[in-house]
């Protein structure tokens, strides 16, 4: 169909009026239809040694890669309905699957709550936050912080999962395509923004 892929960054958006202009690295582009994808980043601890592991047992996506931790033990950091679901996910896979939650109950709904909670091959641990990640190659363990009495502890894991949310990536279109307060880009039930002609797909709305 004449697909032309550009590997490039996009430096800015224009869509105050056909065509609308998309620059390129210095290069514009001309469209009369636009379709934002640009997705969403997954938040992450900034917790020490966490950059150095990524991709070497710590993840963001349970079901991209649970298989990787068959008959493992797995940590995952989070309260809400995401967190319950893929904790719940990795149990298919782990061994033994540790919820480490900052505080001393989840956000998640009661239906997901109960799944996990039900679930024999799922622990909690409340009130803590990882302070660290510990391994060379490959994730060997966390260090926890008990934010009650500020007790360090080593919980040994062959991965960790992050479930703590997501930040869009719609800094682009601030100030021209509506977006809720979270900076997702708000949309109809056709996948239409406020301006005629640009659309929005994914994780950015």
Not at 159 to 185: K, Q, S, V
Request: with cysteine.
């Amino acid at each position: 169909f004449g697909l032309r892929v550009q590997d490039k960054n996009v430096e800015r958006v224009d869509t105050s009026e056909r065509p609308f202009k998309v620059y390129v690295e210095g290069e514009e582009f001309l469209a009369e239809s636009l379709i934002i994808c640009t997705g969403a980043e997954a938040i992450w601890l900034n917790a020490e040694n966490e950059d150095a592991q990524k991709g070497r047992g710590i993840s963001t996506c349970a079901t991209c890669d649970g298989a990787f931790f068959r008959n493992k033990t797995v940590c995952i950091v989070g309260g809400g309905d995401s967190s319950m679901e893929e904790a719940t996910y990795l149990t298919h896979h782990a061994s033994k699957v540790s919820v480490i939650h900052r505080r001393n109950e989840l956000r998640a709904s009661k239906i997901m709550q109960q799944r996990a909670f039900d679930n024999p091959k799922i622990e909690f641990v409340w009130d803590t936050t990882i302070t660290e990640v510990i391994g060379n190659k490959l994730v060997e363990g966390v260090r926890l912080l008990n934010k009650n009495n500020d007790m360090e502890s080593v919980l040994p894991v062959d991965g960790m999962f992050l479930a703590i949310g997501h930040i869009p990536n719609t800094d682009l279109f601030e100030g021209h395509i509506h977006l809720n307060d979270e900076g997702y880009i708000r949309v109809t039930e056709n996948q239409e923004t406020n301006i005629n002609g640009v659309f929005a797909a994914g994780d950015c709305h």
